[in-house]
């Protein structure tokens, strides 16, 4: 029989790959309701399943709620915020590379929150590592290129998928604190919790920013319901397995096997969007992915 705390690998798999397909649906968004109203589509329509979701584990769990403590609601908060800023940047970036290649911009991550380490709280790494870092960070320049005299504008797209990278790697901490924070044994409620917390925040406030700033792009959001509701049943889904996993073991491992986004990402970018992958940006990624996963595989 298969220990529940290996569990977290098969949660993460299912959860990369709805990740990817979410994003495929989003992206098909963006012409209709905007950069915004794209990025607003996995809360607003994702929310109402997270209470589905909570409705179900309640009625299943034979343990009362948890109480949520300021602690909870201060990692969700922040978790949360970065996550649409996260979420926004990414399909900006989208807009100007193709799918896969953005996805493997994401996958700079956990790239990032080691040399962050390294420069905020002095951590000491060795030569192998700062090689797997030097090893991804030119995959990520040898994505960018375009060539015919096109790199210069490649690297718009290259720092806003880098950025989004750092936000979506504050949230992939935030939300672990704030599972751990929950007194509760039982995984799957506090995971749970976390979620519908964490979406019904995002939802009330980017409605309430696009209501104020771009009340057009809420209109449309409403009128194109259909696409945005499988979008946002494919996004509560997938966020279920992450914050599943997140509860059950650290945010750097699943976000190290988290790396196989980008080899979903490449057959959903081909069977679903059609986008051609040059051999450049294919050899790019194989150089993110195997820096990044050398990284993490020391620690």
């Given at each position: 029989?298969?220990?529940?705390?290996?569990?977290?690998?098969?949660?993460?798999?299912?959860?990369?790959?709805?990740?990817?397909?979410?994003?495929?649906?989003?992206?098909?968004?963006?012409?209709?309701?905007?950069?915004?109203?794209?990025?607003?589509?996995?809360?607003?329509?994702?929310?109402?399943?997270?209470?589905?979701?909570?409705?179900?584990?309640?009625?299943?769990?034979?343990?009362?709620?948890?109480?949520?403590?300021?602690?909870?609601?201060?990692?969700?908060?922040?978790?949360?915020?970065?996550?649409?800023?996260?979420?926004?940047?990414?399909?900006?970036?989208?807009?100007?590379?193709?799918?896969?290649?953005?996805?493997?911009?994401?996958?700079?991550?956990?790239?990032?929150?080691?040399?962050?380490?390294?420069?905020?709280?002095?951590?000491?790494?060795?030569?192998?590592?700062?090689?797997?870092?030097?090893?991804?960070?030119?995959?990520v320049v040898l994505t960018a290129r375009k060539g015919g005299g096109e790199?210069?504008?490649?690297?718009?797209?290259?720092?806003?998928?880098?950025?989004?990278?750092?936000?979506?790697?504050?949230?992939?901490?935030?939300?672990?604190?704030?599972?751990?924070?929950?007194?509760?044994?039982?995984?799957?409620?506090?995971?749970?919790?976390?979620?519908?917390?964490?979406?019904?925040?995002?939802?009330?406030?980017?409605?309430f920013y696009l209501w104020v700033a771009d009340r057009r792009a809420l209109?449309?959001?409403?009128?194109?319901?259909?696409?945005?509701?499988?979008?946002?049943?494919?996004?509560?889904?997938?966020?279920?397995?992450?914050?599943?996993?997140?509860?059950l073991e650290t945010a750097a491992m699943v976000r190290t096997l988290a790396?196989?986004?980008?080899?979903?990402?490449?057959?959903?970018?081909?069977?679903?969007?059609?986008?051609?992958?040059?051999?450049?940006?294919?050899?790019?990624?194989?150089?993110?992915?195997?820096?990044?996963?050398?990284?993490?595989?020391?620690?």
């Amino acid at each position: 029989m298969i220990p529940e705390s290996s569990f977290w690998i098969l949660f993460t798999v299912v959860a990369s790959l709805g990740q990817v397909l979410r994003n495929a649906m989003q992206t098909s968004l963006i012409k209709t309701v905007g950069i915004a109203g794209a990025t607003h589509v996995r809360f607003l329509y994702g929310f109402p399943f997270a209470l589905a979701f909570l409705a179900i584990v309640h009625a299943s769990v034979p343990t009362s709620a948890p109480p949520l403590s300021l602690a909870f609601f201060g990692f969700v908060a922040a978790a949360a915020s970065a996550q649409v800023i996260g979420t926004g940047l990414m399909l900006e970036a989208m807009k100007h590379r193709s799918f896969v290649v953005t996805t493997a911009y994401l996958k700079t991550e956990p790239t990032q929150v080691a040399i962050s380490g390294a420069l905020v709280l002095g951590d000491r790494l060795s030569a192998v590592a700062w090689a797997a870092i030097f090893i991804a960070t030119a995959g990520v320049v040898l994505t960018a290129r375009k060539g015919g005299g096109e790199s210069a504008l490649a690297w718009r797209p290259a720092a806003l998928g880098l950025i989004s990278a750092s936000f979506f790697a504050v949230a992939a901490v935030g939300y672990r604190g704030a599972i751990q924070s929950l007194p509760t044994d039982h995984f799957v409620l506090a995971a749970t919790t976390a979620l519908a917390a964490a979406l019904g925040l995002q939802a009330a406030g980017l409605s309430f920013y696009l209501w104020v700033a771009d009340r057009r792009a809420l209109v449309a959001l409403m009128r194109c319901w259909k696409p945005s509701l499988l979008a946002g049943l494919t996004g509560a889904a997938s966020s279920q397995f992450w914050f599943l996993a997140f509860a059950l073991e650290t945010a750097a491992m699943v976000r190290t096997l988290a790396l196989i986004e980008v080899l979903f990402a490449g057959v959903i970018s081909g069977a679903l969007l059609k986008q051609a992958i040059r051999a450049n940006e294919a050899l790019g990624i194989a150089l993110i992915v195997f820096g990044v996963g050398l990284l993490l595989a020391m620690g």
